[in-house]
Nanobody, 116 residues
Framework: QVQLVESGGGLVQPGGSLRLSCVASGIRFSIYAMGWYRQAPGKQRELVATIASGGSTNYTDSVKGRFTISRDNAKNTVYLQMNSLKPEDTAVYYC??????????WGQGTQVTVSS
């Protein structure tokens, strides 16, 4: 059964850090590109970071220099290290394939709230 399970969110003050994890099951993870998406209240889901099967990464401008995506193929896990968090980073974060037609069923996501 194909499943994505995100974790690691929480409440953090501005300037703080969080590390998100996403465990994938039911797929040959090592050959999959993966991405982290986020959806803020009242906004569309946006792709913020991607990592190819070979490890190359890309980021949307708003998170460049603050977020780092990585993967551990032995653990079927993709990570998102988020530093220097801002209130505008508040959203539910999801992982999935970065290409629409190759996406898997969405997981439940993990809530990140940045507030003082």
């Amino acid at each position: 059964q194909v499943q994505l399970v995100e974790s690691g969110g929480g409440l953090v003050q501005p300037g703080g850090s969080l590390r998100l994890s996403c465990v994938a099951s039911g797929i040959r993870f090592s050959i999959y590109a993966m991405g982290w998406y986020r959806q803020a209240p009242g906004k569309q889901r946006e792709l913020v970071a991607t990592i190819a099967s070979g490890g190359s990464t890309n980021y949307t401008d708003s998170v460049k220099g603050r977020f780092t995506i990585s993967r551990d193929n032995a653990k079927n896990t993709v990570y998102l290290q988020m530093n220097s968090l801002k209130p505008e980073d508040t959203a539910v974060y999801y992982c999935n394939h970065p290409v629409t037609k190759l996406r898997l069923n969405w997981g439940q996501g993990t809530q990140v709230t940045v507030s003082s």
